[in-house]
């Protein structure tokens, strides 16, 4: 079984330039996260899916970051205009639904905004 | 205050000793999971509890509910131990995760 992919693996911006990460969860996962890792800190939800729908964005800055998952598989995370605040790891992970809610990451995609 | 409090930080071992960390929750945690992050970048699952142990190997690890703790214990540590080690709660009826800000093992020969 293919795990959580993701890409790019690592991206380098100048502030205010847009950028978009992209995330394939496992096979029959219904349920998508992003998670923004800080360097030496834990990983911090953002945003997550069930099928396409959003079920909580709360943590999602809206005024530059969007997460979208039309057909309720891939997703895709776009910040509009980066912040040198913004350099991070970005996850994603899926988890199916019913019985364990077990969560499986991706490798991430590392941002640095200079 | 911090929702899930790890303990140790940081720790460094010798080759073959034993080491215990620490989650601390101050949510009502249903479920724990514990990850490794490697030196990569890539958070590899190690453990997903509801109350009660499991153990796999060198590790186990211990979740109750009741007094809000979990722990990970590794047996004779090896040098591919090392990394940084999460564990994050879910709560009823929240299918998220919250994670502590990890203990950082390294393991030395």
């Known amino acids: 079984e293919a795990g959580v992919t993701q890409s790019p693996r690592y991206a380098v911006l100048q502030e205010g330039q847009a950028v978009s990460f992209w995330c394939d969860p496992i096979s029959g996962h219904d349920t998508l996260y992003w998670y923004q890792q800080p360097r030496d800190q834990g990983p911090q939800l953002l945003v997550y899916?069930?099928?396409?729908?959003?079920?909580?964005n709360s943590q999602l800055p809206s005024d530059r970051f969007s997460a979208v998952r039309p057909k309720g598989t891939n997703s895709t995370l776009k910040i509009q205009s980066a912040k040198q605040g913004d350099t991070a790891t970005y996850l994603c992970?899926?988890?199916?639904?019913?019985?364990?809610?077990?969560?499986?990451f991706g490798p991430g995609t590392r941002l640095t905004v200079l | 205050g911090d929702k899930v409090k790890q303990s140790p930080s940081a720790l460094s071992l010798q080759e073959g000793t034993n080491s215990a960390l620490r989650c601390n929750f101050s949510i009502a945690a249903t479920t724990v999971q514990w990850f490794l992050q490697n030196p990569r970048g890539s958070l590899i699952n190690l453990f997903y509890?509801?109350?009660g142990t499991k153990e796999n190997g060198r590790l186990k690890s211990a979740f109750d509910s009741k007094e809000s703790y979990s722990t990970l214990h590794i047996r004779d540590a090896q040098l591919e131990d090392s990394g940084t080690y999460f564990c994050a709660a879910e709560t009823e009826g929240a299918d998220r995760l919250t994670f502590g800000k990890g203990t950082q093992l390294i393991i030395q020969p």
């Open positions: 992970a899926s988890s199916p639904l019913g019985g364990s809610y077990e969560q499986y």
């Open positions: 509890l509801v109350p």
């Open positions: 899916f069930r099928d396409e729908a959003v079920i909580d």
